[in-house]
């Protein structure tokens, strides 16, 4: 048993680990960045009190957590059940307990785990706030954090470019309609 579990685990980082993983820390990320601007963006144009801020921040961003760790299992989980049975129907027998089974599962856990801590990058908006106490240097680290996780995601540069470019966007839209709506 423990060696299945190791032959699938290696199976995991080998073949589903990169593609999943980065797909889900992007999306976590992702999250957790526009989360931390869009209050921190309310809270200080709302006079909230630095302590009222990073309590919003702290309490949104582990519910973001709490959520994407719960929707990343529920649904890989339910992707590598049906991916397996389709498996199965190919070689005309059961593949519980075979390395394919095990890996399907270790890969949805370790996804849930990076879709889950990753909404935690979103605190760098607000620890940038708390050193400098500018609200345009934090919304640039937001910006550039954007960037980053968008060079991330996608092959070849121009793809690269194209979703850094859509994402800082995202991080832009989501300050305006943050700032209109406090307006």
Known sequence: MVN???E???YVIKYELK???????ILGAFDGILLGLSILLAGVISHISLDSISISIYSGIV???IS????ALVVELGEKKTEL???EKQVLKSLRGTIYDYSGKIASVLAAIAHGLSPFLGLTVLYMYEYSHSTFLSLCVGLA???I????YGEGIKNKIYTMIQLIVAGIVTAFITLLIIR
């Open 4 to 6: 299945k579990l190791y």
């Open 8 to 10: 699938a685990f290696m």
């Open 19 to 25: 593609q999943s993983i980065r797909r889900y820390v």
């Open 63 to 65: 519910a973001t957590a």
């Open 68 to 71: 994407s760790t719960w929707n």
């Open 85 to 87: 049975e389709r498996m």
């Open 145 to 147: 954090s954007l960037g």
């Open 149 to 152: 996780l968008g060079l991330l």
